[in-house]
């Protein structure tokens, strides 16, 4: 069976499509692998879930979060320690976000002391490596969910 | 001829290509499938009106039979794993042939246009999706079904330039029947824009 389907589809609803009419959060996603970023960008804006800020370097988001509110972060955590503290900053209110937005975060590994650390910081979803795009869209789904309704835990 | 990821590039294309002829008079099957018994009925690869425009755009780029490129290589990994698909390409469609800039899983570098899925693909700018070939009169009994790489599954977004000549595909095959929901073609549909990018910025800079 042969399906032609536009290059820009219109989506379908799906189990994590975003109401129609709730706009676009404002996400700051810091992811340092280009087609990933890139792909995952393109993707949440076609689908109306985010409207991303893209950056590849911790280093650069904690300068945009010094004068950028955002409604939620996608964190790579492959520089942890200074993706840690960008999260304590958030958390302590020391950046133009509101202090609770819902932080998603990718890891290529995660032991109990990181696991603690991240609980800690009220991290709301933990990405493991290898992961799928689609995976991605999902966590940022959520945060867009969460970001909503500040309320409920994702 | 097929089945392994490649590992070496550039192979002459005397010796690697899959041929419309050749293949007919040879069929191969798979274990438990019937041979060809009467003449083969699928469809070949239609010419589009503009064709001749279309080779002259995809000739100036000056891209074919140019080596291997790591910006597109790339690509076509992150759409195999992401898809968990045994193949994918970026191919150009020449007058006659289908010629791969990059790919894995396919130790072939090109393949005779009149059998190729992405002949068809090229016919129309929406992205073709063929879930199961042996059930699409089109390809039911196609060489590239019936023997290696023995597609079941096939996607092919058309690369599409500026000036609107769709010069080759971002494909994807598999040897079983497959579906793609709304998400996956979005996601294909915005590396087949990261293709195009990078096939424009080369034109650039040539």
């Known amino acids: ?154 | 001829m097929v089945d392994a990821a490649p590992k070496q590039h550039g192979i002459a294309h005397t010796r690697c290509a899959v041929s419309l002829k050749k293949t007919r008079q040879q069929p191969k099957t798979r274990q438990g499938e019937t041979a060809w018994t009467c003449a083969p009925t699928m469809i070949s690869a239609p010419i589009p009106p503009a064709d001749e425009r279309r080779l002259q755009a995809l000739r100036e780029m000056l891209i074919l039979d140019t080596p291997p490129e790591e910006r597109f290589d790339r690509i076509v990994r992150f759409a195999s794993d992401e898809f968990d698909m045994p193949i994918a390409m970026v191919s150009l469609v020449d007058a006659k042939r289908l010629w791969f800039k990059a790919r894995v899983g396919l130790d072939v570098c090109e393949v005779d246009r009149e059998i190729s899925f992405c002949g068809h693909a090229i016919a129309q700018p929406q992205i073709l999706v063929v879930e199961d070939a042996l059930h699409d009169e089109r390809f039911h009994d196609n060489p590239l079904v019936t023997g290696a790489p023995h597609a079941r599954f096939y996607a092919g977004a058309p690369l599409q330039l500026p000036g609107g000549e769709i010069i080759g595909t971002l494909c994807m095959i598999d040897r079983q029947p497959r579906t793609l929901d709304d998400i996956d073609l979005a996601i294909f549909s915005s590396l087949r824009e990261l293709v195009v990018s990078e096939l424009v910025s080369q034109e650039v800079a040539v």
């Open chain 1, 1 to 154: 069976m042969a399906v032609i389907h536009a290059p820009q589809p219109s989506i379908a609803p799906a189990p994590f499509a975003p109401r129609p009419a709730a706009p676009p959060i404002k996400l700051l996603l810091v992811e340092p692998q280009f087609l990933l970023r890139r792909t995952v960008a393109a993707v949440a804006r076609d689908m109306r879930l985010a409207d991303p800020k893209e950056v590849t370097t911790i280093e650069q988001a904690e300068s945009l979060v010094s004068f950028h509110a955002y409604d939620a972060l996608f964190l790579s955590m492959d520089e942890e320690s200074a993706a840690l503290e960008l999260m304590s900053r958030v958390r302590n209110g020391n950046t133009k976000c509101a202090p609770a937005i819902p932080i998603a975060v990718t890891a290529a590994a995660c032991g109990t002391p990181l696991a603690l650390h991240l609980k800690h910081l009220e991290v709301r979803r933990l990405i493991l490596r290898p992961f799928k795009v689609k995976g991605v869209l999902d966590a940022i789904a959520a945060l867009r969910q969460s970001a909503a309704e500040p309320d409920k835990a994702v």
